[in-house]
C-alpha cells in the first residue's frame, strides 16, 4: 500500500479491478489489524452524501476481496483474513506481509540503533525501511487521496526521510544524504527545518552557492505565501554558512525589488435592503465596537449578530456595512455561507477561493489545502483595513480559517446559533437580534400596506403577531396585501390564523417555525398555479443562484414566461433579486420550497430537464471555444426549452463565467444524488475552460466528485480520461511525479475497457512528462504509441497534437530536420480541420527550429502568426509561449515580462522556468549581467523542483556566461560543468556544444574547475 494498491497469493499478484475494493482494502490495511466500522468506511468513500445502498456496497467489496484473498475458504465459513467486527472490518495479516507495518518496525528498530550508539546500523535501518515505498500511499485510489489517515503517512514518510540525511549529514555521508534531503525538502517547500537540514548539507558538500540560493528561495516563498519571516532553526543554518569563509553567496546581497503591485480594493457588499426600519439599538452598538476598534488595535474584532431564523440579520449588517464603508478604505469582502442550506453549505475552503480571488490572487495561485489558503488570505490581508461579512454562518469550525490576523480588520458574523466556541478562543462580541419591536414592526407594515394599516389597528396587530415579528414574514404578508386590494386587512388575517392552525394540526411535534411558514404557506397559496409551481421547484437549484434560461430548463417553459414568473415571486418576497436576470432564495424559503416538493413529488424531472439544459448549453459553449475537438464531446439532445446564446466566442466565455459557481455545484449535487453520468460529463466537458482560465480550485473540486462518481458506478473509461485531467493540471502546475502516477493509471483503466481514444491521450501526456523530464527516447515510444492509436480511432485533432509533440522532442534532441517535418504536418493537420490553437502550438516550436537554425526573419514569422492565432482565441498559455519565442529572437524583454506575468497568473511552472531562462539569456546579452543571473537563479530553483534537466542545463549555462562576463571564471567553470551534466544525461545536443568549450579550455592549459 505504500505506492499503488496491490496484494498477492504468495508470488502471484492478485487482480484489484475495482477502485471500491482498492479503497476498502486500503483503508483497512491502514488500521493495521484494528477494526473498522461500518460508517467511517462509508464516510471514507462517500463523505457527507453515501448513497442509500452504501452498505450494500461495502458488503460487495468485502465478499469480492475474500473471494480474491482466500480462494481456498469454504462457502459462508468464518474468514481468518478479512473477519467481520461489530458493524465492520478488520485486515489481519502477519507485520511481514504488510508493507506499511514493515515500515514502521524497521523505523522502530532504527531508533532503537541510533539510541544505543549504533549510527551506521541505524542509517542502514533507515534505508532499507525507505525502500519499502513505491509512491505516494494509495496511489491508485485517487479517492482517498485527502484522507487524513493517507496523508498521516505521507507525513510519516517525510519524517523518516528527515530522520535519516540528519543521520547521514553527522556520519560525513552528504553525498548519499543530498538526494534525500533534496526530496524532502521539494515535496514540502514551506518545511523551514527541512530547508534548514538540506542548507547545512550543501555546506557540508561545499556547495556554499546552492546553500544561500535555498535559504533566498524558502525566505521569499514564506514572505510570499505565509507572510513570515524564517524562524531560528532556518536562520541559524544561513549564519553558520555565512561564518564559514568561501566563496561569496551567488544570489546578490541586495537584489532589486520589482515594484509593488497594484492592489484591488474588493466591494463585495449587496445591495442594502429597501424599506429598512428601526434597529437603531443594534446598528449603534455595531458602531461601537468599530469606534473601539480604531482606539485599540490590539486584536480583530468580530462582532456575532445571531437570531432566529428571517429576524433580519442580514438586513441589519448589510444596513450597517454600507453605513460603515468608508472606515474600511481597503475594501469590504462579503460572503454568503448558507450554513443552513441542507443540499450545498459552502466550505472554508471555497470561501477563502472566493476572497483570495477579490484581493488579487489568480486561480492558479491559489493553493488546494485548506490551511494553505487561510494563511494566504491572512497574508494578503495584513496591513490593510478591510470589513469581513461572514454571512449565514453554521459553526465556530466553519468560521475559524476565514478571521483575518490583523488587527486593523473587522469581521462581522450572522448565524443562528450564538457561537460560544468564537466567543470563548477568539473574543468574539455577541449581538443577538431579538425580534422586531412591535411598534417598529407596525411602522414597517405601515410604509408597505399604507392607510389600510392606520384603518384597522387591531388587525394590523394581529397580522404582526400572526408574523412573530419577523421582518421577513412582515414582508411577504405586506405584498400579498398589496396585491389584494379589494380585501381587508381583517380578512386576510383571518385566513392566515385558519393555515396557522391546519400547520399546527400537521406538526403535531411543535415546530417553533410554524407560525412563519404559516406566513409563507398563505402567500403561497394565494399564487397562481404556475408561479406555485416555479416556487417549489426553484428551491430544487443545486447552485447559489438561477438565472432566466436555467429557469425556463426547470420550468419547462419560455424564457420570457420564466422572466415572468420570477419577478411575480420577486414581488411577493418569496425570490431575491442577486443582479440583472438572477434570483436566489432566502435559506428558509428554499427549505420551504423543497418541502413542498417533496409532498407533490414534481422536482425529480425538473432537476432532469435543468441538468440536460446545462449539459447542451455547456457543449454548445465547448464546441463555440474548441470547434475542432467536437468529436470529443458526447452529443447531447438538444432541450425543448431555449438555451443561452454561446454561439459566438464572447457569448460563450461570458455565460460560462457567469456560471461557473452553479457549474460546481451541479457537478456535486449530481454525484452524491443519484445522476454520476451527468457529474462525469459535465466535468469532461468543461476541462478546457477551467485550465486555460486559471480556475484550478473549481476544476479540482469538480474533479474529486466526477472521479468518485465514476469509481462508484465502475465507469473504468470514464475514471481514465478524468485522471488524465487531472494529470494534465499537474503538469501545468510542475507535479510531474503525481502526473505521471495518474497516467499510468489512466493508461491501464482505458486499455482494460478497450477505450483507444483515453489510452492515446493519456500515453500523450505520458510522453509529455516525459519531454519535460527530459527522459526523450521514452517520450518519442509513448508519443508515436499514442499516434498509432490516434490514426486507428481516426482522431485527428489528437493526431495533429501527437505529431506536434513529436516534433517537440525531435526539436530539444536538435534533430531539427525531423522536427520541422513533424511540426509542419501538424499545422496541415490543424488548418485541415480547423483546430487553430493547435496550429499556433506548432507554430511556436516551428519558430523555435528555426531560432536554432540562426534563421531569425523565420522564426519571427512564425511567432508572429502563432501570437495572432492565440490573441484571437483566447488562450492565454500559448500567448505567453508564442511571446517568450518573439522575446528571445528579437532580445525585447517587454515581450518577456508579459510572457513571465501570464504564466505565473496561470500557475504553469514549466512556462514560467522556461521564460525566467529566457530573460536571464537575454538580459546578460543586453549588458546586465546582475540581472540576468536573478533570473537564471529563479529558473534553476524551478526546474530542479519541478525536475525539468532540460532547462535546469540551460539555467547553469547562462549562470556560466553571467560568471564570465562578470569575471568569475571559477565559477562559470563549475556551472558549464554542470550545465554539461544536466545536457548529456538527456542527450540534448547543447552537450556537445559546452563539451567543446571545456575542452578548450583544458588544451589552452586554463585549469577547468
Known amino acids: 500500500m505504500l505506492g499503488p494498491v496491490r496484494a498477492w497469493l504468495g508470488d502471484v499478484p492478485v487482480e484489484l479491478t475495482s477502485a471500491g475494493r482498492r479503497a476498502v482494502l486500503g483503508l483497512l490495511a491502514i488500521a493495521g489489524g484494528q477494526p473498522l466500522g461500518q460508517a467511517e468506511l462509508i464516510d471514507a468513500l462517500w463523505g457527507d452524501r453515501p448513497p442509500p445502498s452504501a452498505p450494500n456496497i461495502i458488503q460487495t467489496h ?130 523551514e527545518a527541512g530547508q534548514a537540514r538540506l542548507i547545512r548539507a550543501y555546506a557540508v558538500a561545499g556547495r556554499r552557492a546552492k546553500a544561500f540560493a535555498t535559504f533566498h528561495d524558502t525566505r521569499r516563498r514564506l514572505a510570499d505565501e505565509l507572510g513570515v519571516d524564517p524562524g531560528h532553526a532556518l536562520s541559524a543554518a544561513h549564519e553558520a554558512v555565512l561564518r564559514d569563509p568561501g566563496e561569496p553567496p551567488a544570489v546578490p546581497a541586495a537584489t532589486p525589488k520589482p515594484p509593488a503591485p497594484v492592489r484591488p480594493t474588493p466591494a463585495q457588499l449587496p445591495a442594502d435592503v429597501p424599506g429598512f426600519t428601526g434597529r437603531d439599538e443594534e446598528l449603534a452598538a455595531l458602531d461601537r465596537l468599530v469606534t473601539e476598534n480604531d482606539e485599540q488595535l490590539t486584536a480583530v474584532v468580530i462582532a456575532a449578530v445571531s437570531g432566529m431564523a428571517g429576524v433580519g440579520k442580514t438586513a441589519l449588517v448589510v444596513r450597517w456595512a454600507h453605513r460603515a464603508r468608508s472606515r474600511f478604505p481597503d475594501g469590504q469582502l462579503y460572503v454568503n455561507l448558507r450554513g443552513y442550506d441542507t443540499e450545498q453549505p459552502m466550505t472554508a475552503e471555497d470561501a477563502l477561493a472566493g476572497f483570495l480571488r477579490a484581493l488579487g490572487m489568480s486561480g492558479p495561485d491559489i493553493p488546494s489545502a485548506r490551511d494553505e489558503r487561510a494563511a494566504a488570505y491572512r497574508s494578503l490581508l495584513d496591513g490593510r483595513r478591510v470589513l469581513i461579512v461572514l454571512d449565514n454562518a453554521a459553526s465556530a469550525d466553519q468560521l475559524r480559517p476565514l478571521l483575518p490576523g490583523t488587527p486593523a480588520c473587522a469581521v462581522v458574523i450572522t448565524s443562528r446559533d450564538t457561537l460560544p466556541g468564537l466567543v470563548a478562543r477568539h473574543g468574539a462580541r455577541r449581538l443577538v437580534v431579538p425580534l422586531l419591536p412591535r411598534d417598529e414592526a407596525l411602522i414597517l407594515i405601515t410604509r408597505l400596506i399604507g392607510d389600510r394599516v392606520r384603518d384597522d389597528a387591531p388587525a394590523a396587530d394581529d397580522l404582526i403577531g400572526r408574523c412573530a415579528r419577523l421582518p421577513l414574514a412582515l414582508r411577504v404578508a405586506a405584498e400579498l396585501a398589496i396585491g ?81 414568473l420570477l419577478e411575480v415571486l420577486a414581488r411577493a418576497h418569496l425570490v431575491q433579486h442577486t443582479g440583472a436576470d438572477r434570483f436566489t432564495l432566502h435559506d428558509l424559503l428554499r427549505a ?20 440536460d439544459a446545462t449539459l447542451f448549453t455547456a457543449t454548445e459553449a465547448m464546441d463555440t471555444l474548441y470547434p475542432a475537438e467536437q468529436h470529443r464531446r458526447a452529443r447531447v439532445t438538444r432541450p425543448r426549452t431555449p438555451v443561452p446564446p454561446v454561439g459566438d466566442v464572447g457569448g460563450a466565455q461570458a455565460w460560462l463565467d457567469r456560471e461557473r459557481a452553479n457549474l460546481v455545484a451541479m457537478v456535486g449535487h ?20 477551467l485550465e486555460s482560465g486559471g480556475h484550478y480550485p473549481e476544476a479540482v473540486v469538480m474533479h474529486e466528485h466526477a472521479v468518485r462518481a465514476a469509481q462508484l458506478s465502475d465507469d473504468a473509461a470514464a475514471e481514465a480520461r478524468l485522471l488524465t485531467n487531472v494529470a494534465v493540471m499537474d503538469v501545468q502546475q510542475g507535479h510531474y511525479e503525481q502526473a505521471d502516477a495518474l497516467l499510468r493509471r489512466a493508461v491501464e483503466l482505458a486499455r482494460g475497457c478497450g477505450d483507444h481514444a483515453a489510452e492515446a491521450r493519456a500515453l500523450g501526456n505520458l510522453g509529455h512528462v516525459d519531454q519535460w523530464q527530459g ?79 540562426r534563421d531569425t526573419r523565420r522564426a519571427v514569422r512564425c511567432h508572429r502568426e502563432a501570437l495572432a492565432i492565440f490573441r484571437r482565441t483566447n488562450e492565454r498559455a500559448g500567448t505567453a509561449l508564442a511571446l517568450d519565442g518573439l522575446g528571445t529572437v528579437t532580445h525585447d524583454v517587454v515581450f518577456l515580462r508579459e510572457a513571465l506575468e501570464i504564466f505565473q497568473q496561470l500557475g504553469e511552472r514549466a512556462g514560467e522556468t522556461r521564460v525566467s531562462n529566457s530573460l536571464g539569456e537575454v538580459l546578460t546579452t543586453t549588458g546586465q549581467p546582475e540581472r540576468g543571473r536573478e533570473e537564471h537563479l529563479r529558473a534553476l530553483t524551478l526546474a530542479t523542483e519541478t525536475g525539468d534537466r532540460y532547462e535546469e542545463g540551460r539555467a547553469h549555462a547562462g549562470l556560466a556566461r553571467v560568471a564570465e562576463m562578470l569575471g568569475d ?41
Open 775 to 853: 527522459r526523450y527516447d521514452e517520450a518519442a515510444e509513448r508519443l508515436q504509441e499514442a499516434l498509432a492509436l490516434c490514426r486507428l480511432t481516426g482522431d485527428q485533432a489528437a493526431e495533429a497534437r501527437a505529431v506536434g509533440n513529436l516534433g517537440q522532442v525531435y526539436r530539444r534532441q536538435g534533430r531539427d530536420e525531423q522536427a520541422a517535418a513533424y511540426l509542419s504536418e501538424s499545422v496541415r493537420i490543424c488548418r485541415r480541420i480547423g483546430d487553430p490553437v493547435g496550429e499556433g502550438y506548432a507554430q511556436v516550436s516551428l519558430g523555435d527550429v528555426a531560432a536554432r537554425q
Open 484 to 564: 389584494r386590494p379589494e380585501a381587508t386587512l381583517r380578512g386576510l388575517v383571518t385566513e392566515l390564523a385558519d393555515e396557522d392552525r391546519r400547520l399546527k394540526l400537521l406538526n403535531a411535534g411543535g415546530d417553533p417555525q410554524t407560525g412563519v411558514r404559516a406566513v409563507f404557506s398563505w402567500s403561497y397559496r394565494q399564487l397562481s398555479p404556475a408561479a406555485a409551481r416555479a416556487f417549489r421547484l426553484l428551491g430544487l437549484t443545486p447552485g447559489p443562484d438561477v438565472a432566466g434560461h436555467a429557469a425556463a430548463a426547470l420550468l419547462d417553459t419560455g424564457v420570457t414566461e420564466a422572466a415572468e
Open 670 to 689: 449530481a454525484a452524491t444524488h443519484g445522476r454520476p453520468a451527468h457529474a462525469v460529463h459535465l466535468t469532461l466537458i468543461l476541462l478546457r475552460y
Open 62 to 191: 468485502v465478499k469480492h476481496l475474500r473471494r480474491l484473498l482466500e480462494p481456498g475458504r469454504a462457502s459462508r465459513s468464518h474468514s481468518a483474513l478479512l473477519p467481520r467486527v461489530g458493524d465492520g472490518y478488520a485486515l489481519r495479516v502477519s507485520p511481514d506481509n504488510l508493507d506499511l507495518l514493515r515500515f514502521r518496525r524497521l523505523l522502530a528498530e532504527a531508533a532503537t540503533a541510533q539510541q544505543g550508539g549504533d549510527p551506521q546500523g541505524a542509517a542502514g535501518l533507515y534505508a532499507e525501511a525507505l525502500e519499502r515505498w513505491q509512491g505516494a500511499p494509495l496511489m491508485d485510489v485517487p479517492l482517498l487521496a485527502g484522507h487524513p489517515k493517507v496523508v498521516a503517512l505521507a507525513e510519516e514518510r517525510h519524517a523518516a526521510l528527515g530522520r535519516y540525511g540528519e543521520l547521514m549529514i553527522t556520519l560525513g555521508a552528504v553525498a548519499e544524504a543530498l538526494p534525500i534531503l533534496e526530496e524532502a525538502a521539494a515535496a514540502q517547500p514551506l518545511d
Open 969 to 1009: 571564471p571559477e565559477t562559470a567553470d563549475r556551472h558549464r560543468t554542470l550545465a554539461w551534466s544536466r545536457y548529456a544525461e538527456i542527450g540534448a545536443p547543447e552537450a556537445e556544444e559546452i563539451r567543446s568549450i571545456i575542452d578548450r579550455r583544458q588544451a589552452s592549459g586554463t585549469p577547468h574547475r
Open 592 to 611: 420551504y420550497a423543497v418541502n413542498l416538493c417533496e409532498e407533490i413529488g414534481d422536482g425529480s424531472a425538473a432537476l432532469d430537464r435543468l441538468f
